[in-house]
């Protein structure tokens, strides 16, 4: 029987990096998707200059959607936040060795959730709400790549 994962992949499922939350975090992400049951929440400890000093997740999932949030948090420690909003999910799984193709949506997820985060550390620092057309500001509307959004969307469905 073929291996579904890569070694990297299962690396990073069995030894996941940053797992746990951080109490006082700085912004909270959360995204599910109801179909699979994966959700994904991401802490951000940002300091004064915008830098993510520290970042943790907390995964309900599969392996790919535990990978990928570990691949995330591990990709984002130290860029500043405009750097980590650079990242799409396409990196991620890339950096992860790839992901089968209906795992694709996990690391979708993991890149939501990340702006999810984002997006929460911004309205609490400005003091008001602020959302683009999905919910959420931060500069993700320019980021999705039509064919990767389609291939995550579609992928998601098939589980």
Do not use: W
């Amino acid at each position: 029987m073929q291996q579904m994962y890569n070694e990297k992949v299962i690396d990073y499922f069995m030894n996941p990096r940053n797992v746990g939350d951080i109490s006082d975090a700085d912004g909270v992400g959360e995204v599910g998707n109801p179909r699979c049951g994966d959700v994904m929440k991401i802490y951000l400890d940002v300091d004064e200059n915008e830098i993510i000093r520290d970042v943790k997740f907390e995964t309900f999932g599969c392996a790919a959607a535990i990978a990928t949030s570990s691949m995330a948090t591990e990709m984002v420690k130290g860029l500043s936040i405009d750097e980590a909003l650079k990242i799409t999910n396409r990196e991620v799984a890339n950096e992860l060795g790839g992901l089968p193709a209906e795992k694709l949506h996990c690391s979708l997820l993991a890149e939501e959730a990340l702006r999810a985060a984002v997006a929460n550390y911004r309205e609490r620092k400005s003091g008001a709400a602020v959302s683009g057309p999905c919910g959420i500001t931060c500069g993700a509307c320019d980021q999705f790549d039509e064919e990767e959004r389609y291939i995550a969307e579609t992928s998601r469905a098939a589980d």
